[in-house]
T-cell receptor, first 117, second 113 residues
């Protein structure tokens, strides 16, 4: 039982390049999330997916796209990377789904450290 | 605006002493409250949560947190700190009408031998 896995662990991009961050969970969770973590700012939600086939914007969606490929996988794409997107990216999952009480716990992957030059 | 505050960027405690990491929030209704810990170069790990009931919640690794509704606080505590407790601690709050977590900025806890 690996929990939440993310690839790659590290990535360096040049401005304007594109890339996709991969995330998978094996806990049969309904919801998945993408966050970015910047020093002194806590975690900020980029996008989330409450169920397979649905995605919604979070607090800071600009410059990103997501795909909920199936129940297990949720990818984050940077189409044209900018230095402001230098950050640590975390994927998380939880059992929550729309209509449920929101008391569930989120489980996090190990993160992807992205540098955009 | 709804917010979570962790007023201390860093807390320094001697090993064996009690520790407190503070969290206050400004959220409407009856929120759900969480503490997570992040060790260096790792993802966040769930420590404990308050949903309802007893104001003192016990969690992993000997941590506990006290919910105080009148002071809108949810401080994390441990009676005797270990060097291995050194990490970054995040408080998060979920309004009862919302799926999203509102995160504090984090507090770096340093336990000195």
């Amino acid at each position: 039982n690996a929990g939440v896995t993310q690839t790659p662990k590290f990535q360096v991009l040049k401005t304007g390049q594109s890339m996709t961050l991969q995330c998978a969970q094996d806990m049969n969770h309904n919801s998945m999330y993408w966050y970015r973590q910047d020093p002194g700012m806590g975690l900020r939600l980029i996008y989330y997916s409450a169920s397979e086939g649905t995605t919604d914007k979070g607090e800071v969606p600009n410059g990103y796209n997501v795909s909920r490929l199936n129940k297990r996988e949720f990818s984050l794409r940077l189409e044209s990377a900018a230095p402001s997107q230098t950050s640590v990216y975390f994927c998380a999952s939880s059992s929550w789904t729309s209509g449920m009480s929101s008391t569930d716990t989120q489980y996090f992957g190990p993160g992807t450290r992205l540098t955009v030059l | 605006a709804q917010s979570v505050a962790q007023p201390e960027d860093q807390v320094n405690v001697a090993e064996g002493n009690p520790l407190t990491v503070k969290c206050t929030y400004s959220v409407s209704g009856n929120p759900y409250l969480f503490w997570y810990v992040q060790y260096p170069n790792r993802g966040l790990q769930f420590l404990l949560k308050y949903i309802t009931g007893d104001n003192l919640v016990k969690g992993s690794y000997g941590f506990e947190a006290e919910f105080n509704k009148s002071q809108t606080s949810f401080h994390l505590k441990k009676p005797s700190a270990l060097v291995s407790d050194s990490a970054l601690y995040f408080c998060a709050v979920r309004p009862d009408s919302n799926y999203q977590l509102i995160w504090g900025a984090g507090t770096k806890l340093i336990i000195k031998p």
